[in-house]
């Protein structure tokens, strides 16, 4: 038997391995070997080493499955019970799935984050590296966030409008899904408690002092136009025509490409119907234009304002910081214009009729906004009045004021001028709530509003600061409901907070229009006034807060889902988010932007903020849950500039509609890139103005042409979340002031009219449009 070989050994000396930890217990005998209790307490010191704060197994020792279980709040990917949540459920468990990492090879679970109901932790939405957007689930869930609400909202929202790549399609217009029947009924009815049955009508009717003017004392208060009328081009690529308007005179979109197609009665005729609209001429540069919502009826009316005719002959002084500087009293109007509907369109027989012209002397008008709460009107006919709405609107010296708009009933045909002395309810800026006396006196302008509730209204001022004020004091705010509370976890959103004592001392509130004054000391304990209602003194604001460091550009509220989130932007450079149920803490604040934008709207089927960005000229969504972030969604054709961008998403659809410097209008619908896995986003400039000189004609002599039929596009912007810098900044074109898109919203009414587009520009013509497909 063959014998083995001999086993051979190593001739390096044998040395103990190299320890790179150090045991701060060796050599200490610190216990006993027959303590049980020893031993478990080096166990937990063995444990407390190892770094799993965060892992799946980690569950307190405290706790047993059925405290974890009611633990775990709303916000959390754990689901009970699945069976009602079915849907939802395939989107929220995507987090908690088993994956495989392919550069490994090896399979791994995510952490699993549980809450630990901490009352004094605030979070500013999602975790901060949420899970890349590859797949549908994980998109929906950027949006949504874990609440199961949200993302039935954000997935129904999806199903409803995403087939749509552009324009609105007229058979899928409904309002949005969160906003229930039930809810706008509640809304519609009780909401609107305080101005029918509870005096609030009677009183705005007593503190708004109007008086009827001639036409020659109206007109007096319109701008006068450098030139009485205005000529543009318009018509099919290459036959277009020139018309002529006046003053407040209109011009049927039909009839333009009819008389372009004149040679061709087959063609005019196959052409006929195409072009549901009207061109009408303001004069000059249109300030803003809003909708009136809640009109189901026969008449839709816009409400718009138009700017100061400016003359060559300007003050050698002028006024200095005038964006911060209240002016001095003078003429300006808001113009009402009608608009009938047939067959759920925009008749072509039927033009648009200036009904009523509200005349102020207040500066210019800067803001218009409609109260958007559905709203039941009652007993109007019994009074012979035809209510609008309630129209919030900011004025060049300062204050914001509230007008309730009215229409005689059987009107006759033509324009009436109406005198508004004082408004139904006013906020001056007055003087600042500091603590310390010494101070010199600050007085801050309004620049910007939005509704909250049928009661409540936010204002920005020129200084940063926020007021949100009740214009109805005989009724306490509401505490903003409709506001999810499953959002407590997240963003700490929970029930009101009153406000501070040092906040509740305010100086005297005087009213501008007959220079009464109040006692302020006569708040309720929230913070809102407890004034007589029938009196003229001004309000005093239920919440005061320093939102941001400077100047205040925009407002806008997460109204209908979640409107206690208010959103703005400012000069700072920066939006912010904040829960108005505890705003000192609850906010967040997305990535500084070198030019903040002026325009925001919000999208609630995505449960985002649209804003042009002027650095890499595209629109961008900012998701309520991952604020701090962005996605593309639109490439705009010029940069917006500062102050120049307007922006607006549909009521009744997902369409977004923007313009800028370079007279273009384009509309996008976001959902298929924001949700869609490969789906590429489109977009389509419907229409694009272009104003220019005519040499030897006078001064800011010129005409327009208006160009359309553009074909539709898709959307190359980046999709990384954050803002991309533009690959060649020195590139800059530089545009008339009159070519520029100044203002522009769709019709919020579901009544066939929620795809009607209105779009101004700085030359003064102004285009409705219906633009659903």
């Known amino acids: 038997m063959a014998q083995g070989n001999p086993v051979r050994k190593s001739g390096r000396q044998r040395i103990p391995n190299k320890k790179y930890s150090i045991d ?5 005998d610190i216990l006993d070997s027959d303590s049980e209790v020893g031993i478990e307490e080096l166990q937990q010191l063995q444990d407390s080493k190892n770094d799993d704060d965060f892992s799946e197994d980690h569950v307190d020792g405290n706790e047993d499955e059925e405290s974890l279980a009611d633990g775990v709040s709303d916000g959390s990917a754990i689901l009970t019970p699945e069976e009602e949540y079915e849907d939802a459920h395939s989107y929220a468990s995507s987090n908690t799935e088993e994956h495989r990492d392919t550069s490994k090879g090896r399979k791994r679970r995510p952490r699993t984050y549980t809450s630990n109901q901490d009352a004094s932790l605030h979070s500013r939405g999602m975790l901060e590296n949420p899970t890349k957007p590859d797949h549908e689930r994980s998109r929906v869930t950027f949006f949504s966030g874990p609440c199961i609400k949200d ?33 706008r009924q509640m809304e519609a009815t009780v909401g609107w408690d305080w101005y029918y049955d509870q005096g609030g009508r009677e009183s705005f009717a007593e503190k708004q002092k109007v008086r009827t003017l001639s036409l020659e004392e109206g007109v007096a208060h319109m701008p006068t136009p450098t030139h009485s009328s205005h000529s543009f081009l318009i018509g099919p690529y290459g036959r277009q025509k020139v018309f002529t308007l006046a003053l407040s005179q209109t011009l049927g979109l039909d009839e333009s490409w009819d008389t372009a197609y004149e040679h061709n009665v087959e063609e005019s005729r196959s052409s006929k119907g195409r072009r549901r609209g009207w061109m009408l001429n303001v004069g000059t540069r249109v300030r803003c234009l809003e909708w009136a919502p809640n009109h189901d009826s026969d008449t839709q ?19 200095e910081a005038p964006g911060f500087t209240p002016s001095s009293p003078a003429p300006s109007s808001i113009q009402i214009w009608a608009f009938d509907v047939s067959d759920h369109s925009m008749p072509s027989t039927q033009p648009p009729e200036l009904q009523l012209v509200l005349c102020t002397e207040w500066g210019e008008v800067t803001q218009l906004k409609w109260c958007p709460v559905p709203r039941a009107t009652k007993n109007e006919d019994a009074l012979g009045k035809i209510s609008v709405g309630l129209l919030a609107g900011i004025w060049r010296d300062g204050c914001a004021r509230v007008l309730d708009v009215q229409l005689e009933k059987g009107q006759k045909a033509g324009t009436s001028y109406v005198k508004v002395q004082s408004a139904a309810f006013s906020a001056s800026s007055g003087l600042l709530p500091l603590a310390d006396e010494e101070q010199d006196d600050i007085r801050p302008v309004a620049t910007c509003l939005t509704w909250l509730s049928a009661t409540d209204l936010a204002i920005g001022y020129s200084n940063g600061t926020l007021k949100v004020y009740n214009i109805y004091p005989r009724v306490p705010h509401s ?45 309720s304990p929230g913070g809102y006034n407890l004034f007589d209602a029938t009196n003229h003194a001004n309000m005093v604001p239920w919440l005061f807060l320093q939102l941001h460091s400077t100047y205040i550009l925009s407002l806008t509220s997460a109204y209908p889902t979640h409107p206690a989130l208010l959103i703005s932007s400012s000069l700072s450079g920066n939006l912010r988010l904040t829960s108005l149920h505890a705003p000192t803490t609850d906010y967040v604040l997305s990535t500084r932007s070198r030019t903040p934008p002026s325009s925001l709207a919000y999208c609630d089927s995505l449960l985002s903020v649209v804003a042009p960005d002027e650095a890499s000229e595209t629109l961008r969504l900012w998701a309520l849950r991952c604020f701090y972030s962005s996605l593309a969604c639109g490439k705009l054709k010029s940069a917006p500039g500062p102050g120049q961008g307007v922006v607006d998403v549909g009521r009744c659809h997902s369409s977004i509609a923007a313009g800028g410097v370079d007279g273009s209008v384009i509309v996008t619908n976001p959902m298929r890139k924001a949700l869609g896995r490969k789906d590429a986003g489109w977009q389509q400039v419907v229409f694009k103005h272009e104003w220019v000189r005519r040499p030897g004609q006078g001064p800011r002599r010129g005409m327009s042409r208006i160009t359309e039929g553009y074909q539709g596009e898709k959307v190359e912007v980046s999709v990384n979340h954050g803002a991309t810098p533009k690959e060649s900044g020195a590139e800059s074109t530089v545009y008339e002031e009159e070519t520029a898109v100044t203002a522009l919203g769709w019709n919020p009414n579901d009544s066939g009219c929620g795809g009607w587009l209105a779009v101004g520009w700085g030359s003064g013509l102004v285009r409705i449009q219906d633009m659903a497909i």
């Open 151 to 183: 993302i039935l909202h954000v997935a129904r929202s999806r199903d409803q409008w995403a087939a749509d790549p552009t324009l609105p399609c007229r058979g899928n217009m409904c309002h949005q899904v969160s906003h229930t029947d039930e809810k």
């Open 301 to 319: 009316y816009l409400a718009l304002a138009v700017a100061k005719a400016s003359s060559p002959n300007r003050a050698a002084s002028p006024i």
């Open 479 to 523: 505490s903003l409901p409709n506001s999810h509370s499953d959002h407590s976890a997240e963003l700490g959103v929970g029930s009101p907070t009153p406000a501070p004592a040092k906040y509740n001392k305010f100086p005297e509130a005087t009213n501008l229009s007959d220079g009464g004054s109040q006692d302020p000391s006569l708040t």
């Open 24 to 28: 701060a217990f060796e050599g200490l």
